[in-house]
T-cell receptor
């Protein structure tokens, strides 16, 4: 089955700096890659996703890049703010298969 | 908040109790999931239902019993649980199509379960 690895497990940045979280996957059949943000006491919330036919996607301060050849994808947050502090999860799922494989999470701390 | 609701939000139960967790999605999805989230562990998939039919049981102990009466509702019946079952139980839903369109999975807020 698919194996998703996520790094780093914790990340501390100064407000205004950029943050990058990286994930790798093992199954070349995976073609959909969502990212989730989980705040304390809440369920994970989808923040951005990317399909395998696209190399990059942006939504305001958030962007995701995908390298299919190397089987890795990354989340980029620019101009970080204290409210970006949360745990971020990446996931991968193969085409036509209803099972999501999650990374172990990255705890992001944005210091004011 | 998302279109996926879960009740109760917090539950404390003894090892001999029987309780049920409820999930409801208002998004018109046809697939629903139960996940277990323990401290410092990745999300663990427990069950998947597509169009009310169970398509995945990830080797979950029989003390957890899911039920999906329709595409909008999902239950997790709990009995004779162990302290190590204490965790956050998350429900999720998505629209399962043959293509990769519209596959985003949406989560509920979770039920924080403590087994004494």
């Amino acid at each position: 089955g698919e194996n998703v690895e996520q790094h780093p497990s914790t990340l501390s940045v100064q407000e205004g700096d950029s943050a990058v979280i990286k994930c790798t996957y093992s199954d070349s059949a995976s073609n959909y890659f969502p990212w989730y943000k989980q705040e304390l006491g809440k369920g994970p919330q989808l923040i951005i996703d990317i399909r395998s036919n696209v190399g990059e996607k942006k939504d305001q301060r958030i962007a995701v890049t995908l390298n299919k050849t190397a089987k890795h994808f990354s989340l980029h947050i620019t101009e970080t703010q204290p409210e970006d502090s949360a745990v971020y999860f990446c996931a991968a799922t193969p085409y036509n298969f209803n099972k999501f494989y999650f990374g172990s999470g990255t705890k992001l701390n944005v210091k004011p | 908040e998302t279109g996926v609701t879960q009740t109760p939000r917090h539950l404390v139960m003894g090892m001999t109790n029987k309780k049920s967790l409820k999930c409801e999605q208002h998004l018109g999805h046809n697939a629903m999931y139960w996940y277990k989230q323990s401290a410092k562990k990745p999300l663990e998939l427990m069950f998947v239902y597509n169009f009310k039919e169970q398509t995945e049981n990830n080797s979950v102990p029989s003390r957890f019993s899911p039920e999906c009466p329709n595409s909008s509702h999902l239950f997790l019946h709990l009995h004779t649980l162990q302290p190590e079952d204490s965790a956050l139980y998350l429900c999720a839903s998505n629209a399962f199509y043959p293509s990769s369109q519209g596959r985003a999975q949406y989560f509920g807020p979770g039920t924080r379960l403590l087994v004494l």
